[in-house]
């Protein structure tokens, strides 16, 4: 799969890569030596610059070339890791008698000596860290451009190209070089190796293979590849049937809801939750861990679903509308992916339209305005795609309406360059009606990079997803001179869309900025349209009159929509159940790890929800509470990180009652000092974890992560964030841990902790 870093490179490269494609007459070895420099340039942005051009010409010798610079680049990355080893443990020692003699014993001293080592050591290894970055980015870009390249031959070299690669897997012995062709397999985009994947994960024998294969088919998103995952549900390894269940999830084959809820009462802990949240992924339903529940639910619905399936793909457009309402109003979200799929807005849509788009400038200009392919016929059908896309995730509880929300809509849209689909997709974000939605939507409105097309769907879609900061911010926009009437009136609308007591002050006090400017008359009438549905008010057609009846008004005054909010507030929130968790993140697992960041910045005030406590006491709580939670037969352990590591117990232990009371003893004694070692904690944390594939039977293995922290790295083998995750990528690639993370405080380096959850398929929480 593309890093989300060469995925930003390849955006960076992609101007001057599409000028050089625009030149239909390329040659081949003008394109490789473009290539070539590239290569020779260092830097990752012009050597995916030269791939792409390589890829561009199509022709079967840019293989040669490709395989011959990812042997390269293998080599130099060994290289520059044996490199490493000796002032990688160097800094460890230096960094442990830091803590020892200074932090501990208070030797001030002695500490200004091992500091100006540290820095030392520290330069010597910076320029390495970056060399062994820049080859670890060409080696992923050289696999993804060998994909692209070999997709895009004429048929019969294509498939002959692709069985070498599925002969490879077989006869290779290195699990690394494997584990690359494999990859290679995942980006090309045509049946043999669909095909081929499919015959190496029901056949091959190494679980290692198994589960990487199965990735790779999930990367295809071919519904073919469900095949194998379905299989592979009863593998002897759990990782691997942890990983099918994601697969399934990713390519979303309606077969998989009853073979999943089948497995749901035979499996345990982690994997169990696994099943559960992609069933809850493609059902849109929360029946948690009741099997029989499931089941029953799955029985009477079963036909109904694959009926409106069917009838979204059919060619008559009223009985295609009458489904997508109905998959709205039954939160379907099977039916949502298969809605965006059918136009060009999926993930797996968008990653097939666009990744050879590169030799092809025609592909990525903007479609007819107003709407994507199919949804821009008939505006009424447009409105109902948009309304019942939103309802189906915004209905949902939050935890499978954020989930959604990120998978079916934020991820194509950071995934794609087409400007039309971006605003559909932004308008859709909208829709759903979710904090998050909000929060991305103020974001793009106040890039200045942002096109305005985007900014505009971003207003909009704000009338659907704002709440009280939001509203407050589509007010503050009228006070600003530089928006043109086109957004302000979006803005007027989108206030009146969300019609709340605190919508109503916003537009009168917007509407007053523009009072006396001529060119803004036809957004004030607008405004004023606005005002009048939202109140029930006519208070005339000047500004002045409905400022004084607001003034006189406001307090106490409430619209139909804040009438149905405090109606639904009434209703309660969601049901509470037995599950346990940390930080509010709640999890099946029963194989835990709590890694606790003990810096000395977690002795500042917590600051959030009105507490008065130190973040370190508010963490060492919520780990005491957490603890407590954990069932009898559940098995735990705690590291705590500062400057180095600690670990409460070399190994896992059962979380019996007197453990419990030991960590809890353990847990009390704990004091913030030092610097912010993430990444040695989290090897830690992995080495826990085993070898990953090779434990069958789940009975030791560690599978869950908390991980907290408040600060960025500063200490420990790498401090580089972007290094951290690529390291835990590789460590995890196997291990299938799941990774929740909890950002305290307001200078957490959030992004990372973001990404963090993500590539461990965990929750992020900022407190």
Same mark, same amino acid.
């Given at each position: 799969?593309?890093?989300?870093?060469?995925?930003?490179?390849?955006?960076?490269?992609?101007?001057?890569?599409?000028?050089?494609?625009?030149? /239909?007459?390329?040659?081949?070895?003008?394109?490789?030596?473009?290539?070539?420099?590239?290569?020779?340039?260092?830097?990752?942005?012009?050597?995916? /610059? &030269?791939?792409?051009?390589?890829?561009?010409?199509?022709?079967?010798?840019?293989?040669?070339?490709?395989?011959?610079?990812?042997?390269?680049?293998?080599?130099?990355?060994?290289?520059?890791?044996?490199?490493?080893?000796?002032?990688?443990?160097?800094?460890?020692?230096?960094?442990?008698?830091?803590?020892?003699?200074?932090?501990?014993?208070?030797?001030?001293?002695?500490?200004?000596?091992?500091?100006?080592?540290?820095?030392?050591?520290?330069?010597?290894?910076?320029?390495?860290? /970056?060399?062994?970055?820049?080859?670890?980015?060409?080696?992923?870009?050289?696999?993804?451009?060998?994909?692209?390249?070999?997709?895009?031959?004429?048929?019969?070299?294509?498939?002959?190209?692709?069985?070498?690669?599925?002969?490879?897997?077989?006869?290779?012995?290195?699990?690394?070089?494997?584990?690359?062709?494999?990859?290679?397999?995942?980006?090309?985009?045509?049946?043999?190796?669909?095909?081929?994947?499919?015959?190496?994960?029901?056949?091959?024998?190494?679980?290692?293979?198994?589960?990487?294969?199965?990735?790779?088919?999930?990367?295809?998103?071919?519904?073919?590849?469900?095949?194998?995952?379905?299989?592979?549900?009863?593998?002897?390894? *759990?990782?691997?049937?942890?990983?099918?269940?994601?697969?399934?999830?990713?390519?979303?084959?309606?077969?998989?809801?009853?073979?999943?809820?089948?497995?749901?009462?035979?499996?345990?802990?982690?994997?169990?939750?696994?099943?559960?949240?992609?069933?809850?992924?493609?059902?849109?339903?929360? #029946?948690?861990?009741?099997?029989?529940?499931?089941?029953? *639910?799955?029985?009477?619905?079963?036909?109904?679903?694959?009926?409106?399936?069917?009838?979204?793909?059919? &060619?008559?457009?009223?009985?295609? %509308?009458?489904?997508?309402?109905?998959?709205?109003?039954?939160?379907?979200?099977?039916?949502?992916?298969?809605?965006?799929?059918?136009?060009?807005?999926?993930?797996?849509?968008?990653?097939?339209?666009?990744?050879?788009?590169?030799?092809?400038?025609?592909?990525?200009? /903007?479609?007819?305005?107003?709407?994507?392919?199919?949804?821009?016929?008939?505006?009424?059908?447009?409105?109902?795609?948009?309304?019942? +896309?939103?309802?189906?995730?915004?209905?949902?509880?939050?935890?499978?309406?954020?989930?959604?929300?990120?998978?079916?809509?934020?991820?194509?849209?950071?995934?794609?360059?087409?400007?039309?689909?971006?605003?559909?997709?932004?308008?859709?974000? &909208?829709?759903?009606?979710?904090?998050?939605?909000?929060?991305?939507?103020? @974001?793009?409105?106040?890039?200045?990079?942002?096109?305005?097309?985007?900014?505009?769907?971003?207003?909009?879609?704000?009338?659907?997803?704002?709440?009280?900061?939001?509203?407050?911010?589509?007010?503050?926009?009228?006070?600003?001179?530089?928006?043109?009437?086109?957004?302000?009136?979006?803005?007027?609308?989108?206030?009146?869309?969300?019609?709340?007591?605190?919508?109503?002050?916003?537009?009168?006090?917007?509407? @007053?900025?523009?009072? !006396?400017?001529?060119?803004?008359?036809?957004?004030?009438?607008?405004?004023?349209?606005?005002?009048?549905?939202?109140?029930?008010?006519?208070?005339?057609?000047?500004?002045?009159?409905?400022?004084?009846?607001?003034?006189?008004?406001?307090?106490?005054?409430?619209?139909?929509?804040?009438?149905?909010?405090?109606?639904?507030?009434?209703?309660?929130?969601?049901?509470?159940?037995?599950?346990?968790?940390?930080?509010?993140?709640?999890?099946?697992?029963?194989?835990?790890?709590?890694?606790?960041?003990?810096?000395?910045?977690?002795?500042?005030?917590?600051?959030?929800? !009105?507490?008065?406590?130190?973040?370190?006491?508010?963490?060492?709580?919520?780990?005491?509470?957490?603890?407590?939670?954990?069932?009898? %037969?559940?098995? #735990?352990?705690?590291?705590?990180?500062?400057?180095?590591?600690?670990?409460?117990?070399?190994?896992?232990?059962?979380?019996?009652?007197?453990?419990?009371?030991?960590?809890?003893?353990?847990?009390?004694?704990?004091?913030?000092?030092?610097?912010?070692?993430?990444?040695?904690?989290?090897?830690?944390?992995?080495?826990?974890?085993?070898?990953?594939?090779?434990?069958?039977?789940?009975?030791?293995?560690?599978?869950?992560?908390?991980?907290?922290?408040?600060?960025?790295?500063?200490? !420990?083998?790498?401090?580089?964030?972007?290094?951290?995750?690529?390291?835990?990528?590789?460590?995890?690639?196997?291990?299938?841990?799941?990774?929740?993370?909890?950002? +305290?405080?307001?200078?957490?380096?959030?992004?990372?902790?973001?990404?963090?959850? +993500?590539?461990?398929?965990?929750?992020?929480?900022?407190?």
């Amino acid at each position: 799969m593309l890093r989300p870093a060469i995925i930003t490179l390849c955006l960076l490269a992609s101007t001057f890569a599409t000028l050089c494609a625009q030149d /239909a007459t390329i040659s081949f070895p003008k394109a490789k030596s473009v290539f070539d420099r590239g290569v020779r340039s260092g830097e990752t942005k012009e050597l995916i /610059a &030269g791939i792409s051009v390589l890829v561009s010409t199509r022709d079967p010798k840019g293989v040669k070339v490709l395989q011959v610079a990812l042997h390269k680049a293998r080599k130099n990355l060994a290289k520059v890791k044996k490199k490493l080893v000796r002032p990688n443990r160097t800094l460890k020692k230096l960094s442990d008698s830091l803590v020892k003699k200074v932090l501990l014993n208070n030797r001030t001293t002695t500490g200004l000596k091992l500091q100006r080592d540290i820095d030392k050591i520290r330069k010597k290894i910076e320029p390495l860290e /970056a060399a062994r970055g820049r080859y670890e980015n060409t080696k992923e870009s050289l696999l993804v451009g060998l994909g692209d390249l070999i997709a895009s031959l004429d048929d019969g070299l294509r498939e002959a190209e692709t069985n070498k690669f599925i002969t490879h897997v077989a006869k290779l012995k290195d699990t690394a070089a494997r584990l690359d062709n494999l990859e290679i397999l995942g980006h090309i985009h045509g049946p043999q190796a669909v095909l081929g994947l499919v015959g190496i994960a029901l056949n091959n024998t190494d679980p290692i293979v198994r589960i990487a294969a199965i990735e790779a088919l999930a990367d295809l998103g071919d519904s073919r590849g469900s095949e194998a995952a379905l299989v592979a549900l009863d593998d002897e390894y *759990w990782q691997v049937r942890t990983t099918a269940v994601r697969s399934l999830e990713r390519i979303g084959h309606i077969d998989a809801i009853g073979k999943l809820i089948k497995r749901l009462g035979a499996e345990q802990g982690r994997l169990r939750g696994d099943i559960i949240e992609s069933l809850s992924a493609m059902t849109g339903q929360d #029946f948690r861990e009741n099997a029989a529940v499931w089941a029953k *639910w799955w029985k009477d619905q079963n036909e109904h679903f694959r009926g409106l399936l069917k009838s979204l793909e059919t &060619g008559n457009g009223v009985e295609r %509308d009458e489904a997508m309402r109905q998959v709205g109003a039954e939160g379907f979200l099977l039916g949502v992916r298969l809605m965006l799929d059918k136009e060009g807005l999926s993930d797996n849509a968008i990653r097939h339209a666009e990744a050879l788009t590169l030799d092809d400038p025609e592909k990525t200009k /903007a479609v007819n305005p107003g709407g994507v392919e199919g949804v821009s016929g008939a505006d009424g059908t447009r409105e109902v795609f948009h309304a019942m +896309v939103g309802q189906a995730i915004g209905s949902r509880k939050p935890a499978i309406r954020d989930h959604a929300l990120d998978v079916l809509l934020i991820q194509p849209w950071r995934r794609t360059k087409n400007e039309n689909k971006k605003a559909e997709l932004t308008r859709l974000i &909208g829709r759903t009606g979710a904090k998050r939605a909000a929060e991305i939507l103020v @974001r793009v409105v106040l890039n200045s990079d942002v096109k305005n097309s985007l900014k505009l769907a971003a207003v909009e879609g704000l009338g659907y997803s704002a709440k009280s900061e939001q509203t407050i911010f589509l007010g503050r926009l009228f006070g600003n001179d530089s928006a043109d009437a086109e957004l302000l009136l979006l803005a007027a609308r989108a206030l009146g869309e969300v019609g709340t007591h605190r919508a109503v002050n916003s537009l009168i006090q917007g509407l @007053r900025e523009l009072s !006396g400017r001529s060119e803004m008359e036809g957004v004030v009438k607008a405004g004023l349209d606005e005002l009048r549905t939202m109140t029930g008010r006519s208070e005339g057609n000047e500004v002045a009159p409905w400022v004084t009846w607001w003034k006189a008004n406001k307090e106490g005054f409430g619209t139909k929509k804040d009438q149905l909010a405090a109606a639904k507030k009434k209703e309660g929130g969601e049901d509470e159940d037995d599950r346990y968790g940390f930080y509010g993140i709640k999890t099946f697992s029963k194989r835990i790890a709590y890694v606790l960041d003990v810096s000395g910045s977690m002795n500042e005030e917590a600051g959030y929800a !009105g507490e008065r406590r130190t973040k370190i006491d508010v963490a060492k709580s919520e780990l005491l509470k957490s603890i407590s939670a954990l069932p009898k %037969d559940a098995e #735990f352990s705690i590291i705590i990180y500062s400057t180095d590591f600690r670990l409460w117990q070399k190994k896992i232990v059962t979380a019996t009652a007197d453990n419990k009371k030991k960590a809890k003893a353990w847990i009390s004694k704990i004091e913030a000092v030092g610097g912010t070692n993430i990444y040695d904690a989290l090897a830690k944390a992995f080495e826990l974890a085993g070898r990953g594939t090779f434990d069958k039977g789940y009975k030791t293995a560690l599978d869950t992560i908390f991980f907290l922290s408040d600060g960025q790295p500063t200490m !420990g083998e790498h401090t580089d964030t972007n290094v951290i995750l690529a390291e835990c990528r590789k460590l995890n690639k196997l291990r299938k841990v799941q990774i929740h993370t909890i950002g +305290v405080g307001k200078d957490h380096a959030k992004e990372f902790m973001r990404a963090l959850a +993500v590539l461990g398929r965990g929750d992020y929480v900022s407190r």
